[in-house]
């Protein structure tokens, strides 16, 4: 075992971590902190087996994200993917979308790919999340989207947005502007979050 290697089965007896453990899920409470709820939920998929303590983080990171969403879009206000926490809030709609897309919610998915590219203040990502919108809008299934256009062998560990699929196979100039009927009919869609203002 290497150094870089951790001892899973210790970390599960020792009192530092399950302390900081304790500690970190009241921070994230205290704070609704949606970035401290990934670390809890990365270090309980590590250690734990308790499915309803997980399932109560992915729901607590899930309803901050969506709130965090709600009042951003109410003040007219984008992601700041250098701020840790609305990059995290990105994340956590992003994996959502994700979710949705893979169980065929072609409709939620879409609405999610759009807002989240209305929302991201990063270049290559927001036009990532229009590529991702309209896969949908032309009807591919999830499995054809992670199939044939997006490239997921492309990715960078130290990179912040590694978590979201930002890479492809594909043209994604000439993808979008072969739909540019599809890219104005999102872009559309999108107005009635202007008119709210």
Not at 26 to 38: A, D, T, V
Not at 131 to 136: K, N, W, Y
């Amino acid at each position: 075992m290497t150094n870089q290697e951790i001892d899973i089965e210790a970390l599960k007896t020792n009192k530092d971590f399950l302390a900081n453990l304790v500690l970190l899920e009241e921070e994230m409470n205290e704070q609704n902190s949606i970035e401290k709820g990934y670390q809890l939920l990365d270090a309980l998929l590590l250690v734990s087996e308790d499915e309803d303590k997980i399932n109560d983080i992915f729901t607590f990171i899930l309803k901050e994200a969506f709130d965090k969403l709600a009042e951003y879009l109410s003040q007219q206000k984008g992601f700041d993917m250098n701020i840790q926490e609305e990059l995290f809030t990105a994340r956590a709609i992003y994996e959502h979308a994700i979710e949705r897309y893979s169980d065929n919610d072609m409709k939620g998915s879409k609405e999610l790919f759009q807002v989240l590219h209305y929302m991201i203040d990063e270049k290559n990502l927001k036009h990532a999340m229009m590529v991702h919108a309209v896969s949908v809008m032309i009807g591919n299934d999830f499995d054809t989207f992670i199939g044939t256009i997006a490239d997921i062998e492309k990715y960078e560990e130290n990179d912040k947005l590694a978590y979201f699929l930002k890479s492809f196979r594909i043209d994604t100039d000439k993808f979008l502007n072969d739909n540019n009927d599809l890219v104005e009919q999102a872009k559309d869609e999108l107005k009635v979050l202007e008119e709210s203002k």
